[in-house]
Each structure stands twice: as C-alpha cells, then as structure tokens.
T-cell receptor, first 114, second 112 residues
Framework: DTAVSQTPKYLVTQMGNDKSIKCEQN?????MYWYKQDSKKFLKIMFSYNNKELIINETVPNRFSPKSPDKAHLNLHINSLELGDSAVYFCASSPRQNMNTEAFFGQGTRLTVV | GQNIDQPTEMTATEGAIVQINCTYQ??????LFWYQQHAGEAPTFLSY????GLEEKGRFSSFLSRSKGYSYLLLKELQMKDSASYLCAVRAFNQAGTALIFGKGTTLSVSS
C-alpha cells in the first residue's frame, strides 16, 4: 500500500495551460507539503498545510495554489504554466507540524512545460 | 533564514567508508535529517538527530553538533547501491512553518 501517492507521475503540457497534480496520504498525518526539485536537484519547500492552516513560502508565484478537500489530500493547481515551471514536484506528509518526525515523500510528478 | 551547505559530489570505492559533511545556519533549530535519493525516485529517510552525538543505524551513522551547526553522515562498507544523492535537511521555524529545509544534496558515486 502506497503511503503518499501522487498523480500523474508524468505531465507534459503547453505554456499557458492550467494543470493540477493530486496527492493523497493514507498515513493519518496532519501535515502535508509540496516541494519543487529543479534540474540541479535542489529540493525547495513551496507550501505547508496543517489543519487547514496554509503556510506559503513567499518566493512561490501566486500562479501556484494548493487545495485541500480534507486532511488526507493536498492538490497543487498551477495557472498559466511557464517554461520555468518544469521540474519534479514532490508531495510529502508528516504526523504533525512541530513534531520531531521525518516527512514521507510521494514518488514525484515530473512536469514538462513545452 | 536558513543556510545549509554540503559538498556537491563525492566518489568512493566499494567497501570503503565515506563521510558526508553538512553545515547549517538557522534559528529555532528543531532537528537535522538525512535523506537518500536515487535518480528518478523519491527521497527516503535515513536518520534523524536532535541532540548532540552519534546515532548509529546499521551501516549508516549520523552525527550532530548543535553548537557548531555541523552534522555528518557516515556510510560504512560501501556498496554499489549506495550511489545516490544524500540530502541534509533541517527542521526549523522558517518561511514555511516548520517544514524540512533541504541542502542542495551530495551526489555520491561508488565504484568497484
């Protein structure tokens, strides 16, 4: 059973389109995250979402918006896609925001904008 | 803000021991983590330190000195499958709550 699952695994789309990536965790965790890993393999935090509290990394463009229908899901919606958005996007979860526990990662979504 | 530094690349041979260093500067420190990431895969958790000292887990050990802002990951009896990126991450109060903030990773190549 997959603990943190993302769909799709690969996504190729044209500039200007709007797309969503879905994430679900079956671990009963309270906190979920979205990370972006660029071509240099640098893993950068985009959002934290904990009990309906959204904490946004201020460097993330407002074209990116997380949506959480419930505690087990945190989807990422991207408007007006740009070439620079091409990257691997990882969803992750951890039991609680401030606990000393590791984060569990999904398998990643490789987004290519053409 | 946070600053996390680790070497970009390292090479080693099978059976050897390698130490990957990580230095960090942060406020509100709440733990240091090491992850392994194989190419095209998700990061997977290796170890966690919140107090000073050495944590041992099989072939892998991790050390932390909070006063020096320093950690290392020690890999013993290297195997070819240990070729991967090793990511140092700090949990601290930051611009995204207390999410893990990652360094840029160290790519380790193990040769026979």
């Amino acid at each position: 059973d997959t603990a943190v699952s993302q769909t799709p695994k690969y996504l190729v789309t044209q500039m200007g389109n709007d797309k969503s990536i879905k994430c679900e965790q079956n671990l009963g965790h309270d906190t979920m995250y979205w990370y972006k890993q660029d071509s240099k393999k640098f893993l950068k935090i985009m959002f934290s979402y904990n009990n309906k509290e959204l904490i946004i990394n201020e460097t993330v463009p407002n074209r990116f918006s997380p949506k959480s229908p419930d505690k087990a899901h945190l989807n990422l919606h991207i408007n007006s896609l740009e070439l620079g958005d091409s990257a691997v996007y990882f969803c992750a979860s951890s039991p609680r925001q401030n606990m000393n526990t590791e984060a569990f990662f999904g398998q990643g979504t490789r987004l290519t904008v053409v | 803000g946070q600053n996390i530094d680790q070497p970009t690349e390292m090479t080693a041979t099978e059976g050897a021991i390698v130490q990957i260093n990580c230095t960090y500067q942060t406020s509100g420190f709440n733990g240091l983590f090491w992850y392994q990431q194989h190419a095209g895969e998700a990061p997977t958790f290796l170890s966690y330190n919140v107090l000073d000292g050495l944590e041992e887990k099989g072939r892998f050990s991790s050390f932390l000195s909070r006063s020096k802002g320093y950690s290392y990951l020690l890999l013993k009896e290297l195997q070819m499958k240990d070729s991967a990126s090793y990511l140092c991450a700090v949990r601290a109060f930051n611009q995204a709550g207390t999410a893990l903030i990652f360094g840029k990773g160290t790519t380790l190549s193990v040769s026979s």
